[in-house]
């Protein structure tokens, strides 16, 4: 069977994993553990890391050294290749010390889950791209880039928003669109998307929402009350949803070409 | 009037965190159902949206000194009990410490002859063919970890002294004889002999 989280929700539920988690830790949990160690380390078809991090957090699965340690390598390894794209030395200083940095931070937290036999870790089952993304995020504040250089310090103040009474056309979304879908290898690098991931995490908090819902696909309006649009969930106008994405968009292009140019 | 606890703010974030697609329509279905959270599921929405995905990372299968270093530090850090730890590893085998009367008792709790337990103790049984399930009893009733007691008796076979001084070559790791081969040759009642065969892995 597999163990299920300890957390619960304040009604008692035990917290889910997400349900493509669940069935492959089902596949996987009847499997002796040579099996198990030959599925898992398996680069053909590389399980997702929140199994890995399943196997390597519960004591309960009674795997020793012999079975762990081959999972903790390609745990460790896989680990390492994806830092490399996402905390890379073209675009951070001190690159190398971060990763080690971050790797070292994991390893601990999981040793500790281990022997605490708490559930501090469930997250990193249940969303594995979320938890390391924001450890990554706190690390590089912690020794990322100065933040006195940060293209955002001198960007507008939200009260000029409405002030200016600008008009914005139709061709924001024109440009929006273009934006958000580049040169599909381009977005597809994770790099590239790493860096405009980071990019977008840096605009002031109204210009970030506007183009984070644009890029998931929500309508900047509609007149269908049934559609949620970004006018409604941010509750301004339409004309204010466009400015913000006007200047948010030509922030992300300073910031984008000022790096490309390094 | 309604008694069902409000689901909490962290309940409903954990929830759309651990949707297998939380796109758009994922949100637009969550703001409707909890407009009390909006501006915090908005902000977990596009926080996932614009998290870096590293499974989409090849996987690299290198030789990595760094995670084998990794592991050392790993294993350093786990506490003496954990199966995995560097203590689990320098187990002294703990059949061979045990006290004559202990070691007749365990032989019974497990239904086995002293010369069967005796040739378990000695390494002499090749520890792959021997079924897990009595390896697990035997990690049991002596209350260690089974990688440490599989450890333990993967160590080459003890010879005793004088017992084998006629054979004509020196004896080897090589000498350890199959589960099977044990069962057969230990003066095993056939009772016996049958219950450890079932306990045979697939």
Not at chain 2, 85 to 94: E, G, K, Q, V
């Amino acid at each position: 069977m597999v163990i299920p989280l300890k957390k619960t929700t304040q009604e008692g539920e035990p917290y889910q994993r997400r349900s493509e988690i669940e069935q492959a830790l089902s596949a996987l949990c009847g499997l002796l553990p040579g099996q198990l160690v030959e599925r898992l380390t398996c680069t053909q078809q590389a399980v997702p890391f929140e199994v890995l991090i399943y196997f390597l957090r519960h004591t309960e699965l009674e795997l020793g050294s012999k079975h762990l340690e081959p999972i903790f390598c390609t745990f460790h390894e896989r680990l390492e290749a994806a830092l490399r794209k996402v905390v890379s030395e073209a675009w951070i200083e001190h690159a190398v010390a971060i990763r080690e940095e971050l790797s070292e931070r994991i390893v601990e937290m999981i040793a500790k889950d281990r022997n605490s036999q708490e559930d501090k870790m469930y997250y990193w089952e249940v969303n594995f791209n979320d938890a390391l993304s924001k450890l990554r995020t706190d690390v590089l504040r912690k020794y990322g880039p100065a933040r006195k250089t940060d293209p955002m310090i001198n960007a507008r103040p939200l009260t000029e928003e409405s002030g200016s009474g600008e008009e914005v056309s139709h061709e924001v979304d024109i440009a929006a669109a273009e934006f958000i879908n580049p040169n599909p290898s381009k977005i597809d690098d994770i790099a590239f998307r790493s860096r405009l991931m980071d990019a977008i995490n840096e605009l002031p908090e109204d210009e970030r929402r506007a183009v984070g819902l644009r890029w998931q696909g929500m309508p900047i309006e509609s007149q269908d009350p049934e559609v949620e649009s970004i006018a409604k969930a941010l509750e301004c106008t339409e004309r204010t949803v466009r400015n913000r994405l006007k200047r948010a968009i030509e922030k992300l292009r300073v910031m984008l070409q000022a790096e490309e140019l390094q | 009037m309604n008694t069902t606890p409000q689901a909490s703010k962290e309940d409903v974030l954990h929830a759309f965190s651990a949707e297998s697609n939380p796109n758009a329509d994922t949100l637009a279905s969550y703001l409707k159902r909890y407009p009390q959270y909006r501006e915090a599921l908005i902000d977990l929405s596009i926080e996932l949206f614009t998290a870096p995905k590293f499974d989409e990372v090849a996987a690299e299968k290198v030789p990595n000194d760094k995670s084998k270093q990794a592991w050392s530090k790993f294993q350093s850090l786990l506490s003496p009990t954990d199966p995995a730890s560097i203590a689990s590893l320098s187990m002294d085998n703990p059949l061979s410490n045990l006290s004559e009367e202990r070691f007749r008792e365990l032989a019974s709790e497990l239904n086995v002859n002293r010369l069967f337990l005796s040739r378990l103790r000695d390494c002499s049984i090749q520890v792959a063919t021997i079924p897990q399930r009595f390896l697990s009893a035997v990690a049991q009733a002596l209350t260690v970890q089974l990688e440490g007691l599989t450890s333990a008796l993967e160590a080459p076979p003890v010879v005793a002294s004088g017992l084998r001084h006629k054979a004509s070559g020196k004896p080897r790791a090589g000498d350890k004889i199959t589960f099977e081969e044990a069962l057969t040759s230990s003066a095993l009642s056939e009772a016996q002999q049958a219950a450890l065969r079932e306990m045979k892995d697939e």
